[in-house]
């Protein structure tokens, strides 16, 4: 949404892509259930084929089987009975009637026989079968003799052959044949048993694969379950929480927000919406890299998810931009507590990529009922008061009011008639002195930049500097603004003040500008300034942005025979290690250390270690923001010589500085704990 939001790689890409992989695994389960439906098909109806050709077996060749035998054995049977009958029979009409008989039993017994001996028989039945051709061929000539005996009328000798041997015989083929028959019965019946068994076997079959089959589709089934679900919620979490975070996205918090207000306006309660972003994020992006920034970026969400309670919304709406709701309160206060508590954990140190990272964050605020009524008005809202927040310098707050909209115009406005100040020659150098403690000398002065408006009087950089720095304005500014500085300090050597040294400030724009060498060129060479009597002050940030670049133009920069400063330091991430490689003059201890003073270990500690830092590397030091005694007599003992601040001096037009330059402020702050006034 603005300019420091840096874009951060979402791994949502990746993520969709990934069911590939179960996909394939789920086409392997559906394929494998496939094939084991066809295999049991296949297996099944083999079984049943199988048991039909056997019950087929059973009730054709066996019933057929017993039927020939029974057969064979009711032809013996009537053949026994006839032969008995025929010695009793007078009647020679009806004797040849029973002959007849007799020889159509034997061709029907033949038949049988012939038909039996035609199907499949196992061992025993053909010897039972041979067993029972042998006894016929015995009985048969028998058999003859006796019709012989008969036709002569031998009756009674026909009689005795019948009791005496046809019959006997006959009882012996008779008990072949029942042997057979109990055989062949047997056959069937083990064979039925066989067919019992293979359909039981084929039932089994059937079973246990379709069980199995049954298994593994119930498993595929829960498989392609459970991925659904899954990638309808992982989809759904993509759709509405942010990736990095895992807090909900701007969609899902607009839905949110829309419940609260309706429950608000129920309950009749008031709505906190804090739109957050952080301060110069761009530059941990750009100095420590992206996982660095999403590393911060990530341990800020979590941070502010515990500051509120669990019904408060946190959401992230992209980059370094977050929003906070807070529900259900009945006043100001609870919001302004969240706030605070906010600005707070926000600025906690952080331990990223082995670093020590200092952050901070600017929060508007938007009120319901009182600054919207709906999700958008509201968001846009606490939007706009987050850049005035911002605007008033970084770590604030900013409640909304409607006079903030007039401001957003009004910034419009600015920044057309910041297009024409340097034409108009509306940009001034005001000067703050720096005293050396031990001299009691000032040897130096910043430049600090004021915009002389018509309108509107004095503005301090603060009010136009991000602006000229956005549109790229700083850069013709800069320019014109640093042979000025050079004028003037050439100036006040010529007064006679010729040691003292004018401190200049460099945005990076104005740093990295390819005519930045050129133009301090220029400057030293048009105003006849010593250039060892100039010195430009960089922050951190600027040379951390391409540490290799920044070496190469500082040195650049000292080639022309000017010193260079670090101002604000402590405030960045610059470490120990790079600052070594920087050819560096003076390090300028940021007010943030010395605002606490004295009474602050910790402060304390860190100004007397860049103290020793600035020894083991021959640099010297600068304490700005110096407001109290206290303060001053603090640096003092902690070794400090040289400071600068309102204590001593606001900045002040050029035409002033003469007297401070004249005074002697040994008299005023002495070495020693003297109580003397300042005037
Ligand atoms: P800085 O370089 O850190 O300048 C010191 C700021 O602290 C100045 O604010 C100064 O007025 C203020 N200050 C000095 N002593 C005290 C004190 O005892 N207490 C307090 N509270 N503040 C004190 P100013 O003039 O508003 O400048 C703000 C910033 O704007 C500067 O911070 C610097 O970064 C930038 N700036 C100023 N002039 C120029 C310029 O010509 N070019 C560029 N690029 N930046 C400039
Ligand atoms: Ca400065
Ligand atoms: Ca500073």
């Given at each position: 949404m603005h300019a420091e939001a840096g874009d951060i790689k979402h791994p949502a890409v990746r993520r969709i892509a990934r069911p590939t992989a179960w996909k394939l695994a789920l086409l392997a389960g559906f394929i494998t259930q496939l094939m084991l439906i066809v295999f049991v098909t296949a297996i099944g109806l083999r079984q049943l084929g199988m048991t039909t050709r056997n019950l087929n077996q059973v009730v054709d060749v066996h019933m057929r089987k017993q039927n020939h035998t029974k057969s064979m054995v009711t032809a013996a049977r009537e053949r026994t009975v006839i032969l008995l009958m025929l010695p009793l029979t007078r009647d020679p009409a009806e004797r040849d009637a029973l002959q007849q008989q007799f020889n159509a039993w034997g061709r029907s017994f033949g038949a049988a026989r012939q038909a039996l001996l035609n199907l499949p028989l196992n061992d025993k039945e053909t010897a039972l079968i041979a067993r029972q051709g042998q006894l016929t061929g015995e009985a048969q000539p028998i058999q003859l003799q006796v019709i012989d005996l008969i036709d002569a009328d031998f009756i009674a000798d026909a009689n005795d052959l019948v009791r005496n041997q046809a019959i006997p015989m006959q009882a012996e083929v008779m008990a072949a044949l029942s042997q057979l028959e109990a055989e062949t019965q047997a056959v069937s019946m083990a064979a039925s048993q066989k067919a019992r068994e293979d359909h039981a076997a084929a039932r089994f079959w059937m079973y246990l694969l379709s069980t199995a089959a049954l298994l593994v589709g119930l498993f595929v089934a829960a498989v392609v379950f459970h991925f659904s679900t899954r990638i309808g919620r992982e989809r759904e979490q993509l759709a509405t929480h942010d990736t990095l975070t895992g807090l909900p996205n701007r969609m899902l918090f607009k839905d949110r927000l829309e419940q609260s207000l309706i429950r608000a306006k129920r309950h009749q309660t008031l709505i906190g919406v804090m739109f957050i972003d952080l301060d110069r994020f761009k530059r941990v992006n750009d100095t420590l890299g992206h996982a660095s920034g999403d590393q911060l970026i990530c341990e800020v969400a979590r941070r502010l998810r515990q500051a509120v309670r669990s019904d408060d919304i946190v959401a992230r709406l992209g980059g370094d931009e977050f929003v906070v709701v807070v529900n259900?309160?009945?006043?100001?206060n609870p919001i302004l507590q969240v706030v605070e508590k906010a600005l707070a954990v926000v600025s906690e140190p952080y331990r990223i990529a082995g670093r020590e990272i200092f952050s901070s964050c600017s929060i508007g605020v938007s009120v319901y009922p009182h600054d919207g009524t709906n999700a958008s008005s509201l968001l846009k809202n606490a939007d706009t008061a987050m850049y005035t927040a911002k605007d008033r310098g970084r770590n604030h707050f900013q409640l909304y009011d409607a006079a903030m909209n007039t401001m957003a115009e009004e910034r419009l406005q600015l920044e057309t008639e910041l297009h024409y100040a340097l034409e108009r020659n509306e940009f001034v150098f005001h000067y703050q002195p720096q005293l050396n403690l031990e001299t009691g000398r000032i040897e130096g002065v910043e430049a600090l930049l004021r915009w002389n408006k018509p309108d509107k009087g004095l503005l301090s950089p603060a009010l136009f500097l991000n602006m000229l720095e956005e549109t790229g304005g700083i850069v013709g500014v800069g320019r014109a603004l640093l042979l000025a500085a050079c004028r003037q300090t050439a100036d006040w050597h010529a007064a006679g003040f010729t040691d003292l040294d004018v401190a200049v400030n460099l945005s990076g724009k104005e740093f990295w500008h390819h005519s930045l060498i050129e133009n301090v060129r220029d400057a030293l060479a048009q105003s006849?300034?010593?250039?060892?009597s100039l010195q430009l002050e960089l922050t951190e940030g600027i040379f951390m942005e391409d540490v290799d670049a920044a070496v190469v133009r500082i040195q650049a920069l000292k080639a022309l025979g000017v010193a260079v400063a670090i101002d604000?330091?402590?405030?960045?991430?610059?470490?120990l290690a790079h600052l070594k490689r920087f050819p560096l003059d003076v390090l300028k201890i940021d007010r943030y250390f010395v605002?606490?003073?004295?009474?602050a270990p910790a402060s304390e500690a860190l100004i007397g270690s860049i103290l020793t830092l600035c020894q083991g590397l021959d640099l010297g030091a600068v304490a700005e923001g110096v407001e109290t005694r206290e303060q001053l007599e603090a640096l003092r003992a902690l070794g400090c010589r040289i400071v600068q601040g309102y204590f001593i001096s606001?900045?002040?037009?050029?035409?002033q500085i003469l007297a401070l330059l004249g005074r002697d402020w040994l008299a005023a702050f002495?070495?020693?704990?003297?109580h003397l006034e300042l005037i």
């Open positions: 259900d309160v009945v006043a100001l006849g300034l010593r250039p060892q604000d330091f402590g405030t960045g991430y610059s470490s605002k606490d003073l004295p009474n606001r900045p002040v037009p050029a035409d002495g070495a020693s704990q003297r």
